[in-house]
């Protein structure tokens, strides 16, 4: 199964994440199959998500499953 999830990066105590789509039994921080876009959640308010949407939605087009958080970032993005 194919997930879109988040993979940490950064330092300690100030984290960031990048949106990538991986097999679902990979490790966090394994080999992922693609980059969407990241996430800062330290950063202003209107600059913590970017993504390529159209590659999301090709993701999720032939199956992909976001996870819970994925989902709530890539909605909070869209409005």
Request: glycine share 8%; net charge positive; proline share 5%.
């Amino acid at each position: 199964m194919v997930k879109i999830r988040l993979k940490r990066f950064g330092s300690a105590k100030r984290p960031t994440y990048r949106i990538v789509v991986m097999e679902a039994k990979q490790p966090r921080d394994g080999k992922c199959i693609e980059e969407l876009g990241t996430y800062a959640p330290i950063a202003a308010e209107g600059s913590q998500v970017s993504f390529k949407e159209d590659r999301v939605k090709y993701w999720l087009g032939v199956g992909a499953q976001p996870t819970e958080i994925v989902k709530k970032l890539l909605n909070k993005k869209a409005k």
